[in-house]
T-cell receptor, first 111, second 114 residues
Framework: NAGVTQTPKFQVLKTGQSMTLQCAQD?????MSWYRQDPGMGLRLIHYSVGAGITDQGEVPNGYNVSRSTTEDFPLRLLSAAPSQTSVYFCASKTGGNPWYFGPGTRLTVT | DQQVKQNSPSLSVQEGRISILNCDYT??????FLWYKKYPAEGPTFLISISSIKDKNEDGRFTVFLNKSAKHLSLHIVPSQPGDSAVYFCAASARGSTLGRLYFGRGTQLTVWP
């Protein structure tokens, strides 16, 4: 299994640009989520999904959209990038009562 | 407001000694606690967990202790090794939640020196 994969690893955007961070898992996990980590902060939940077609907001959802059309994929869309969205983004997945399993992260810089 | 707190941003320990990382929480609904380890440029990896029905859980060199009355948990690493140098995140969730949403502390940077 490749586990949780995220692309790209690094991205630089200009303010106002849009982009999609990709996340995929090959473990048939029903739950998936997106977190962001800022310097000196813990990870904060952006959006999550409990299954294909079902998504909901986390703690810091503003400026981001998600969809879950398949079990495997959970892309995160930035609609109009802002400098405040400069962060490291982690996708995670889990099944049942097991711990969350995290991807390697995408480092995003918005100038 | 931070519901999970790690008040020590860093800890430095000599190889072979014990490392003790601390974590406090405020939400009484939390009943499942996890520690994640993170190396630079990698995602967090699950290390060890404990349910609120226990007060101790061991896995090799790693032991987590839970004091429910004090809303405090700690991670002990014995003996510490240079490869343990990483950021350690404490996380909590309410198992009654199907999602098992995690609330993270800010992390503690552990440095183990030879």
């Amino acid at each position: 299994n490749a586990g949780v994969t995220q692309t790209p690893k690094f991205q630089v955007l200009k303010t106002g640009q849009s982009m999609t961070l990709q996340c995929a898992q090959d473990m048939n996990h029903e739950y998936m989520s997106w977190y962001r980590q800022d310097p000196g902060m813990g990870l904060r939940l952006i959006h999550y999904s409990v299954g294909a077609g079902i998504t909901d907001q986390g703690e810091v959802p503003n400026g981001y959209n998600v969809s879950r059309s398949t079990t495997e994929d959970f892309p995160l869309r930035l609609l109009s990038a802002a400098p405040s969205q400069t962060s490291v983004y982690f996708c995670a997945s889990k099944t049942g009562g097991n711990p969350w399993y995290f991807g390697p992260g995408t480092r995003l810089t918005v100038t | 407001d931070q519901q999970v707190k790690q008040n020590s941003p860093s800890l430095s320990v000599q190889e072979g000694r014990i490392s003790i990382l601390n974590c406090d929480y405020t939400n009484s609904m939390f009943d499942y606690f996890l520690w994640y380890k993170k190396y630079p440029a990698e995602g967090p990896t699950f290390l060890i967990s404990i349910s609120s029905i226990k007060d101790k859980n061991e896995d090799g060199r790693f032991t987590v202790f839970l004091n429910k009355s004090a809303k405090h948990l700690s991670l002990h690493i014995v003996p510490s090794q240079p490869g343990d140098s990483a950021v350690y995140f404490c996380a909590a969730s309410a198992r009654g939640s199907t999602l098992g949403r995690l609330y993270f502390g800010r992390g503690t940077q552990l440095t183990v020196w030879p």
